[in-house]
């Protein structure tokens, strides 16, 4: 699958979602404002001598401008190639003579960082994470270099089944709208993208009244408070005005097939999803792990390769964004068997909707969603990263505490009603890339 529509999208959104089980109140959240007003969540940790801050503005390649689609993301990899006085040699020598953590990453309603320093070189660390956002250099040589990077991955990206897929369905889904364009921009897109855009999108985007910041480690409330002010003080205030338009993806049943000479075909598809602040959200959640999302124990699974052994991997999972959602899936599979794969996918789409789950299922459910997510939050950086998820979809200083009560009350007939709200075999938009028998395109 594209990086985009991929078990990895799933891993990420399930830290973007924060779905952490408790123990949650033995993680204390410390809510520090610095002397200048900057706000940033804290998670003390003085085990290991390892700080680790995550950090996201709001807006991302979705505010790429018409014809430059491809900013966010080329601006994220120049960032730490040289600032202020320091080149891009100089820059990376530093990072790795300190052994330090810094990058940047451009995704379609963000725009982040994440910082893991030693505490010997925190204020090391933080002064350079400051230049790179404040005085960036967009020399020359890097700016050559990291372009024709970019466009080799473009053009592998066009030959990839994975990557082809994932952009013809988001394209498909949201044809007029930012959404719809990819995130990495076109080999033209990329090619006119000039150094003054890249200033341009730093003075307009990276902004306090965007910004939420996450810290977790080695270091107290006392001793971040300053540092927040040194390290983003002298970012704008305020954002350049900014908008994306909310919008509904249009699912209509249409399957698309892109012929390629593969062995297996790849197949994505989706139906509409629910927005993360929807108060049926969570129990959408919770289907989705029946259904798909929970691996070898989903319906999905044990239908298309454990009974039938027509797929090599099948799963789906929940994609809100923050102006539109999708409940996609995908499965990849020998050619001759395509056809057979989506007629179970649809009768296990249209099973869920009409007859719901079992109360086994969903006891099930909730045991492993309250009970394994804390295994995945455990390294500061996880958390660091949970803390700005949980500022960005403003679920509050004490969603740890409330998350698994949140689980444990969705019902069966819960779940009945959300599938039925959901889940619309017919609306399913498909995407195959490969040699598929008997799947013809629709209009």
Known sequence: MSRLLSRAALALAAVVFVLYAAPAKATQIERVVSPGGIEAWLVEDHLNPIISLHLAFRGGSALDPEGKEGLANMVSTLLDEGAGDLDSKAFQQTLED?????????????FGARVQVLTEYRDLAFDLLRRAMTEPRFD?????????????????????????AGKTLMKTLYPDHPYGRPTGGT???????????????????LALDTLAIGVVGDITAKELAPLLDKTFGALPAKAAPWAVAEVAPKVAGRTIVIEKPLKQSNIL?????????????????????????????????????????????????????????????????????????????????????????????????????????????????????????????????????????????????????VARKLLHPDDLTIVVVGEPKDVKPTP
């Open 140 to 164: 020359a040589e890097p700016v050559s270099r990291l372009r024709a990077q970019l466009l080799a991955n473009l053009r592998h990206e066009s030959e990839d089944a994975d990557a082809i």
């Open 187 to 205: 080999l033209e897109s990329v090619a006119a993208i000039q150094v003054a855009d890249m200033r341009a999108f730093v003075k307009e985007r």
């Open 98 to 110: 300190k052994s330090i953590t810094l990058r940047f990453s451009a995704a379609r309603d963000s």
């Open 269 to 417: 598809f989706a139906d509409r999803g629910l927005m993360r602040k929807d108060p049926d959200f969570y129990t959408a959640y919770v289907m989705n792990h029946i259904l798909g999302g929970g691996g070898f124990t989903s319906r999905l699974y044990t239908e298309v390769r454990e009974k039938r052994g027509l797929a090599y991997s099948v799963y789906t999972y929940l994609h809100p964004m923050d102006r539109s959602a999708i409940y996609a899936g995908g499965a990849g599979t020998a050619n001759a068997r395509v056809a057979e794969t989506l007629k179970v996918v649809r009768d296990e789409w249209a099973k869920l909707a009409k007859d719901g789950v079992t109360e086994a299922e969903l006891t099930a459910a909730k045991q492993y969603l309250t009970g394994s997510f804390p295994l995945r939050f455990t390294a500061t950086e996880r958390i660091a990263a949970m803390l700005v998820g949980m500022q960005t979809e403003d679920l509050g200083i004490d969603y740890l505490d409330k998350r698994n009560s949140y689980i444990e009350a969705v019902t069966l007939d819960d779940i009945r009603r």
